[in-house]
């Protein structure tokens, strides 16, 4: 990799934001769609199972019932919070579901290639980090293309299979709110409202041992 790539990819890691309240609204091209889906399948999977399908929503009913029972989660959360918590949790935007316009769901499917998955034999959840380090890929190439992603996880996951119909092994891993955007945030949203910090390196590596 030369040195223009390697800056360009540092640069794309450092501008990644968790999007919520920048979403316009306006759709995306079909060009657009295939190269942030085309990074997502491009990723490393355990035992290459690919276990990894996504769900392309933009019916607006469809969104609009993820919305509803999203903001009830988020409600039933914010009730279990202490005041103070709860002070730093109310003004939070937690989603961009219907201002984004879309959501990609990113799904697990254990049985894909069988039950005997080479690496998945002691570690069943590789298969889910697989699914994750597909997401994790389409939100480089999106932020890559200015383009927001925002990660709702204020779900429950028996609603989200119901809603998209998803096949009964399938499990739904995330679902990401894709769209064009204002801007990207310099702060992190959960860093700007003083809900947590940002914990320096040197505090999370060990040699070694612990």
């Known amino acids: 990799?030369?040195?223009?790539?390697?800056?360009?990819?540092?640069?794309?890691?450092?501008?990644?934001?968790d999007v919520r309240a920048e979403f316009t609204g306006d759709p995306l091209g079909e060009e657009?769609?295939?190269?942030?889906?085309?990074?997502?399948?491009?990723a490393p999977s355990v035992g290459n199972s690919q276990p990894w399908d996504f769900v392309v929503v933009r019916d607006?009913?469809?969104l609009d019932a993820f919305a509803e029972h999203v903001a009830q989660c988020r409600?039933?959360?914010?009730?279990?919070l202490d005041g103070e918590q709860r002070e730093k949790f109310n003004p939070i935007k937690i989603e961009g579901?219907?201002?984004?316009g879309m959501g990609i769901v990113a799904t697990y499917d254990p049985t894909r290639f069988g039950p005997n998955v080479l690496g998945r034999h002691t570690i069943s959840d590789a298969g889910v980090f697989s699914v994750v380090c597909a997401v994790q890929n389409l939100w480089l190439m999106a932020t890559a293309l200015d383009l927001g992603v925002?990660?709702?996880?204020?779900?429950q996951e028996p609603f989200l299979k119901e809603l998209l119909g998803l096949p009964e092994q399938v499990r739904p891993v995330g679902w990401l709110c894709v769209g064009r955007v204002t801007k990207?945030?310099?702060v992190p949203d959960l860093i700007r409202f003083g809900w947590n910090h940002r914990i320096a390196l040197e505090e999370v590596v060990h040699h070694d041992r612990w």
């Open 60 to 62: 607006p009913a469809t």
């Open 184 to 186: 990207l945030q310099e």
């Open 150 to 155: 925002g990660w709702v996880s204020f779900y």
């Open 97 to 100: 579901i219907r201002e984004s």
């Open 32 to 42: 657009e769609l295939a190269d942030l889906l085309n990074a997502a399948h491009a």
């Open 1 to 17: 990799m030369d040195l223009d790539c390697q800056e360009a990819l540092k640069t794309i890691i450092k501008r990644r934001r």
């Open 75 to 80: 409600q039933d959360y914010a009730d279990s």
